[in-house]
């Protein structure tokens, strides 16, 4: 069995991956796929914004996302006690 503080660092942790991973499906999927039509009435950079995402802008958020979780997996390593610095 897990102790509390082992449980509630896995439930941060899963926490912040279910919220990285939404992200990227709505931004990925939803604006690139789904939310094209309705996008590309928008023009970014001469091309329409659903287009952008599709090919551009899925890809700049992703990187995003990587720092983001980075950052935000060290401040739960350093609140539970378990960082490596």
Do not use: C
Not at 13 to 18: A, I, M, P
Not at 19 to 41: Q, R
């Amino acid at each position: 069995m897990m102790d509390d503080t082992s449980a509630a660092y896995w439930r941060a942790t899963l926490g912040l991956l279910v919220k990285v991973m939404v992200i990227w499906f709505v931004v990925s999927f939803g604006a690139g796929i789904l939310f094209a039509p309705a996008l590309n009435s928008i023009s970014l950079g001469g091309y329409p914004l659903g287009f952008w995402f599709a090919h551009q802008g899925s890809i700049y958020v992703f990187i995003a996302l990587i720092f983001y979780y980075a950052k935000k997996m060290g401040d739960i390593d350093r609140q539970f006690d378990v960082h490596e610095d």
